[in-house]
Protein backbone atom coordinates (compact mmCIF):
# COMPACT_ATOMS: atom_id res chain seq x y z
CA UNK A 1 0.00 0.00 0.00
CA UNK A 2 1.57 3.33 -0.80
CA UNK A 3 1.95 6.27 2.04
CA UNK A 4 -1.04 8.08 -0.02
CA UNK A 5 -3.24 5.97 0.84
CA UNK A 6 -2.19 4.82 4.43
CA UNK A 7 -4.26 6.20 7.04
CA UNK A 8 -2.10 9.22 8.69
CA UNK A 9 -1.85 9.71 12.43
CA UNK A 10 -4.36 12.79 12.00
CA UNK A 11 -7.35 10.04 10.71
CA UNK A 12 -6.42 7.83 13.19
CA UNK A 13 -7.07 10.31 15.94
CA UNK A 14 -10.52 11.63 14.21
CA UNK A 15 -10.90 8.05 14.06
CA UNK A 16 -10.14 7.10 17.54
CA UNK A 17 -10.82 9.87 19.95
CA UNK A 18 -14.30 10.83 19.20
CA UNK A 19 -14.79 6.60 20.07
CA UNK A 20 -13.24 6.92 22.83
CA UNK A 21 -15.22 9.78 24.42
CA UNK A 22 -18.63 8.34 23.25
CA UNK A 23 -17.74 5.23 24.33
CA UNK A 24 -16.66 6.61 27.82
CA UNK A 25 -20.12 8.51 28.15
CA UNK A 26 -21.80 5.28 27.23
CA UNK A 27 -19.92 3.29 29.88
CA UNK A 28 -20.90 6.45 32.30
CA UNK A 29 -24.45 6.18 31.63
CA UNK A 30 -25.08 2.40 31.13
CA UNK A 31 -22.79 0.89 33.90
CA UNK A 32 -22.23 3.70 36.33
CA UNK A 33 -25.61 5.53 36.10
CA UNK A 34 -24.35 9.01 35.12
CA UNK A 35 -27.31 9.87 33.22
CA UNK A 36 -26.95 12.40 30.81
CA UNK A 37 -29.09 15.58 30.81
CA UNK A 38 -29.98 17.57 27.24
CA UNK A 39 -26.51 19.61 27.08
CA UNK A 40 -24.57 16.38 27.87
CA UNK A 41 -26.78 14.52 24.48
CA UNK A 42 -25.74 17.93 22.42
CA UNK A 43 -21.92 16.88 23.06
CA UNK A 44 -22.42 13.73 21.21
CA UNK A 45 -24.08 14.51 18.38
CA UNK A 46 -20.59 16.50 17.09
CA UNK A 47 -18.95 12.97 18.00
CA UNK A 48 -20.76 10.99 15.70
CA UNK A 49 -20.52 13.54 12.95
CA UNK A 50 -17.08 13.50 13.35
CA UNK A 51 -16.51 9.77 13.16
CA UNK A 52 -18.85 9.70 9.96
CA UNK A 53 -16.26 12.17 8.51
CA UNK A 54 -13.25 10.24 9.78
CA UNK A 55 -14.70 6.85 8.18
CA UNK A 56 -15.43 8.68 4.88
CA UNK A 57 -12.18 9.77 4.91
CA UNK A 58 -10.95 6.27 5.40
CA UNK A 59 -12.55 4.26 3.04
CA UNK A 60 -12.77 6.99 0.32
CA UNK A 61 -9.43 8.52 0.11
CA UNK A 62 -10.80 11.51 -1.96
CA UNK A 63 -10.18 14.63 0.16
CA UNK A 64 -9.24 12.76 2.94
CA UNK A 65 -7.35 16.14 4.27
CA UNK A 66 -10.77 18.03 4.11
CA UNK A 67 -12.74 15.12 5.35
CA UNK A 68 -10.03 14.82 8.35
CA UNK A 69 -10.29 18.95 8.78
CA UNK A 70 -14.08 18.47 8.99
CA UNK A 71 -13.96 15.85 11.48
CA UNK A 72 -11.59 18.10 13.94
CA UNK A 73 -14.41 20.44 13.08
CA UNK A 74 -16.98 18.62 14.75
CA UNK A 75 -14.56 17.87 17.75
CA UNK A 76 -14.39 21.43 18.26
CA UNK A 77 -17.69 21.91 18.58
CA UNK A 78 -18.54 19.12 20.71
CA UNK A 79 -15.69 20.98 22.88
CA UNK A 80 -17.40 23.93 22.80
CA UNK A 81 -20.59 22.94 23.60
CA UNK A 82 -18.64 21.01 26.94
CA UNK A 83 -17.48 24.75 27.71
CA UNK A 84 -20.91 25.89 27.36
CA UNK A 85 -22.16 23.02 29.23
CA UNK A 86 -19.20 23.37 32.00
CA UNK A 87 -20.13 26.77 32.56
CA UNK A 88 -23.65 26.14 33.34
CA UNK A 89 -22.57 23.79 35.92
CA UNK A 90 -19.65 25.83 37.75
CA UNK A 91 -22.68 28.93 37.65
CA UNK A 92 -21.08 31.15 35.40
CA UNK A 93 -23.53 31.98 33.10
CA UNK A 94 -27.73 30.35 33.33
CA UNK A 95 -28.66 27.22 30.68
CA UNK A 96 -31.13 27.77 27.91
CA UNK A 97 -33.03 24.72 28.31
CA UNK A 98 -34.79 22.95 30.80
CA UNK A 99 -32.63 20.54 31.22
CA UNK A 100 -34.40 17.39 31.99
CA UNK A 101 -34.34 13.82 30.02
CA UNK A 102 -37.30 11.23 30.39
CA UNK A 103 -37.27 7.90 29.07
CA UNK A 104 -40.91 6.77 28.89
CA UNK A 105 -40.00 2.86 27.82
CA UNK A 106 -42.53 0.61 27.09
CA UNK A 107 -44.39 0.67 30.03
CA UNK A 108 -46.85 2.48 32.20
CA UNK A 109 -45.99 6.17 31.24
CA UNK A 110 -46.96 7.68 34.79
CA UNK A 111 -44.62 5.12 36.59
CA UNK A 112 -41.98 5.97 34.29
CA UNK A 113 -42.55 9.80 34.60
CA UNK A 114 -43.04 9.42 38.68
CA UNK A 115 -39.77 6.86 38.64
CA UNK A 116 -37.17 9.11 35.93
CA UNK A 117 -34.37 10.54 37.12
CA UNK A 118 -34.26 14.35 37.14
CA UNK A 119 -30.90 15.32 35.40
CA UNK A 120 -30.12 18.54 35.78
CA UNK A 121 -27.68 20.72 33.34
CA UNK A 122 -26.59 23.02 35.97
CA UNK A 123 -25.23 20.01 38.10
CA UNK A 124 -22.20 18.45 37.28
CA UNK A 125 -23.23 14.38 38.45
CA UNK A 126 -19.47 13.80 38.68
CA UNK A 127 -16.02 15.75 39.35
CA UNK A 128 -12.48 14.88 39.38
CA UNK A 129 -10.33 17.68 40.83
CA UNK A 130 -13.20 20.01 40.20
CA UNK A 131 -13.57 19.44 36.50
CA UNK A 132 -17.05 18.08 35.20
CA UNK A 133 -17.80 15.59 32.74
CA UNK A 134 -18.39 18.61 30.00
CA UNK A 135 -15.16 20.12 31.26
CA UNK A 136 -12.78 17.18 30.47
CA UNK A 137 -15.19 17.31 26.93
CA UNK A 138 -13.85 20.80 26.52
CA UNK A 139 -9.91 19.86 27.20
CA UNK A 140 -9.80 16.64 25.28
CA UNK A 141 -12.07 17.69 22.58
CA UNK A 142 -9.89 21.16 22.06
CA UNK A 143 -6.89 19.70 22.50
CA UNK A 144 -7.87 16.39 19.96
CA UNK A 145 -8.76 19.02 17.59
CA UNK A 146 -6.23 21.30 17.39
CA UNK A 147 -3.95 18.35 17.61
CA UNK A 148 -5.27 16.96 14.34
CA UNK A 149 -4.91 20.57 12.94
CA UNK A 150 -1.55 20.56 13.82
CA UNK A 151 -0.67 16.76 11.76
CA UNK A 152 -2.62 17.95 9.15
CA UNK A 153 -0.21 20.78 8.52
CA UNK A 154 2.61 18.58 7.92
CA UNK A 155 3.49 17.73 4.04
CA UNK A 156 3.28 14.00 4.90
CA UNK A 157 -0.61 13.94 5.59
Known amino acids: MDSAKQPSAALWLALIAPAVLLGGAYVSQYVFGLYPCEMCMWQRYPHFAALAFAFIALVTGRR ?33 TTCSTLDLGDGDPLEAIMNAPLVRCDVAPWTLMGISLAGFNFLISTGVAAAIWALLRRKDT
Open 64 to 96: RRMWIALAALAILISGLIGAYHAGVEYGWWEGI
